[in-house]
């Protein structure tokens, strides 16, 4: 976003909304009939709220962000790729961009030094769970 803003785009006309803050996806459509007007829509951590896509597919379907760029995110990446398909024909010029956690962020999450930490990414990839139950099964049986 900040981005953004220092590409001259006015604050606005970005809209961020943590949806983990939300209590149902009626609020999440509440809050999005009103976002037209926003030339950029930020739903983070969507994944976590029932229902979203459908609210999202709706909204464009009746034209609400003709002239949006829409971005979802969430810690799910298995939920939101579910749900791709739910938008075939509705992306206009959008695309999948997946982020994954990086050997630098286990590190800090796990304090370890760098070679640890990047033999712990190899062996288990960038997922903290998968890290985590590493790290537990490995004291479990010291």
């Known amino acids: 976003m900040q981005k953004l803003i220092s590409s001259g785009f006015e604050r606005r006309s ?9 209590e149902s996806f009626r609020e999440l459509a509440r809050i999005l ?5 926003f030339r950029f829509i ?4 969507v994944t976590g709220m029932q229902q979203w896509w459908r609210v999202v ?8 962000f003709r002239d949006s760029v829409l971005t979802v995110s969430g810690s799910s990446s298995v939920k939101l ?14 695309r999948n961009i997946e ?8 590190r800090k999450a796990q304090g370890e030094e760098p070679e640890s930490a990047l033999q712990r990414y190899l062996q288990v990839g ?9 790290t537990l099964s490995q004291r479990i049986s010291s």
């Open 14 to 22: 970005i809209l961020y909304l943590n949806c983990d803050l939300l």
């Open 33 to 37: 009939e009103k976002a037209g007007h």
């Open 42 to 45: 930020f739903l983070d951590e």
């Open 57 to 64: 597919k709706g909204l464009i379907n009746l034209g609400y």
């Open 81 to 94: 790729q579910k749900f791709t398909e739910s938008f075939a024909g509705r992306r206009g010029k959008g």
């Open 99 to 106: 982020v994954l956690p990086s050997v630098r962020r286990i």
């Open 126 to 134: 960038g997922f903290p769970a998968a890290s985590t139950a590493i």
